[in-house]
């Protein structure tokens, strides 16, 4: 008797753990077959900043919308997700992709601001490869240029100037590598390079002293003495402004002083 009450349990636990999956299975089919209900559902785990759970709710989206009006809403729904989840490159690579498939959408110049955001989180610092300041240059050059009249150009012209000043400091550390190993030429074209981009007056004033110590290792003190005199006159907050002081009067008088030994880190 007990035996048998014992076969009548399993059997009742085995269906009803069927009943369940099948519940369960049939409700991922019916989720399936309503766009609207899972995208509501991506939007729920967006605003919980559950960004994994979105993605893959934003991609089953796009799975089964590929084809319809929904799917410009789960492309940047996905891309969105990506970069709100510090996935950079994935986000760039969907904003990309959406910039191709609708150029006509009203959000174009959003994506093409975000496409340029993902390029500008990418960027190393001054002393490492600037690949990607130069794209999120271009893509923010791009925007101002397609959507003159969008309300993302101020931010794009604001980020456009810290872009150069990056590549700017940038040229400075290469300026000082190639003076260091007495590569003059490409150091006086590294630094004008640095002095042009310069948005920060330190940076602007340290590339046009660098100028002018590269002018004076080419034996060029006419020069020389010109960068040291606008550094006086139109850099005197420089924090440095006295080396170029010191440089010009040694260049006045014939003085010549010690050369000071320093480091350069390696790239």
């Given at each position: 008797?007990?035996?048998?009450?014992?076969?009548?349990?399993?059997i009742?636990?085995t269906?009803c753990?069927?009943?369940?999956s099948m519940?369960?299975e049939?409700?991922?089919?019916i989720?399936?077959?309503?766009?609207?209900?899972?995208?509501?559902?991506?939007?729920?785990?967006?605003?919980?900043?559950?960004?994994?759970?979105a993605?893959?709710?934003?991609?089953k989206?796009l799975e089964?919308?590929?084809?319809?009006?929904?799917a410009?809403?789960?492309?940047?729904?996905l891309?969105e997700?990506?970069?709100?989840?510090?996935?950079y490159?994935?986000?760039?690579?969907?904003?990309?992709d959406?910039l191709k498939?609708?150029?006509?959408?009203?959000n174009?110049?959003?994506?093409?601001?975000?496409?340029?955001?993902?390029?500008?989180?990418?960027?190393?610092?001054?002393?490492?490869d600037?690949?990607?300041?130069?794209?999120?240059?271009?893509?923010?050059?791009k925007?101002?240029?397609?959507?003159p009249?969008?309300?993302?150009?101020a931010?794009?012209?604001?980020?456009i100037?810290?872009?150069?000043?990056?590549l700017?400091?940038?040229?400075?550390?290469v300026?000082?590598?190639?003076?260091?190993?007495?590569?003059?030429?490409?150091?006086k074209?590294?630094?004008q390079?640095?002095?042009n981009?310069?948005?920060?007056p330190e940076?602007?004033?340290?590339?046009?002293y660098?100028l002018?110590?590269?002018?004076?290792?080419?034996g060029?003190?006419?020069?020389?003495?010109e960068?040291?005199?606008?550094?006086?006159?139109?850099?005197?907050?420089?924090?440095?402004?006295?080396k170029?002081?010191?440089?010009?009067?040694?260049?006045?008088?014939?003085?010549?002083?010690?050369?000071?030994l320093?480091?350069l880190?390696?790239?």
């Open positions: 008797m007990k035996r048998l009450a014992l076969i009548i349990l399993v009742s636990l269906s753990t069927s009943l369940l519940l369960k049939e409700k991922e089919n989720t399936v077959k309503s766009p609207q209900t899972l995208f509501q559902s991506a939007q729920r785990a967006m605003a919980h900043k559950n960004y994994k759970e993605e893959e709710k934003f991609k989206l089964i919308s590929s084809q319809n009006r929904m410009e809403t789960a492309r940047l729904g891309a997700a990506y970069y709100k989840n510090g996935d490159e994935e986000a760039a690579a969907v904003y990309q959406y498939l609708h150029p006509l959408s009203p174009s110049d959003y994506v093409q601001f975000k496409l340029a955001m993902c390029y500008y989180k990418l960027m190393l610092p001054p002393y490492k600037q690949t990607y300041t130069f794209k999120a240059l271009e893509a923010f050059k925007l101002i240029r397609l959507y009249r969008s309300p993302w150009v931010r794009a012209r604001e980020k100037a810290e872009c150069e000043e990056r700017a400091q940038h040229d400075i550390y300026g000082k590598y190639y003076y260091k190993i007495k590569k003059y030429k490409s150091a074209m590294r630094f390079w640095a002095f981009k310069a948005s920060n940076t602007a004033a340290e590339a046009l660098w002018g110590k590269t002018y004076e290792a080419m060029n003190k006419k020069k020389a003495m960068c040291y005199s606008e550094i006086l006159k139109d850099f005197g907050m420089w924090e440095d402004v006295d170029a002081e010191e440089a010009l009067t040694d260049l006045k008088t014939g003085r010549k002083h010690k050369k000071k320093w480091i880190p390696w790239f």
